[in-house]
């Protein structure tokens, strides 16, 4: 049974640091690329991170380059998405996706607020 479990969100201010996880089970972890999406209510999911199977070349959306970084763990099948300098508009629930085609599966998410 696949699954994609999100850790690590909660409230923080304008300013601070969170690091978000992804444990992943029930495939091959190494094979998929792996992202992070982020969702705020009436708009569409964005896509925020990227990091790819092997050799792990990463791409980010424009507004968080600099300040969120993901990485991976092939040996502990588990993604992160380190985030600083936190700011309001970073404010949505964080879903992690694991992406193989034809396959592509997804966490339930982890809610993220930026708020003083």
């Known amino acids: 049974q696949v699954q994609l479990v999100e850790s690590g969100g909660g409230l923080v201010h304008p300013g601070g640091s969170l690091t978000l996880s992804c444990a992943a089970s029930?495939?091959?972890?190494?094979?998929?690329?792996m992202s992070w999406y982020r969702q705020v209510p009436g708009k569409e999911r964005e896509l925020v991170a990227t990091?790819?199977?092997?050799?792990?070349?990463?791409d980010y959306v424009d507004s968080v380059k600099g300040r969120f970084t993901i990485s991976r763990d092939n040996a502990e099948n588990t993604v992160n998405l380190q985030m600083s300098n936190l700011k309001p508009e970073d404010t949505a629930v964080y879903f992690c996706?694991?992406?193989?085609?034809?396959?592509?599966?997804w966490g339930q998410g982890t809610r993220v607020t930026v708020s003083s």
């Open positions: 990091i790819s199977n092997r050799f792990g070349g990463t």
């Open positions: 029930g495939f091959t972890f190494s094979d998929y690329y």
């Open positions: 996706n694991a992406l193989r085609r034809p396959w592509d599966y």
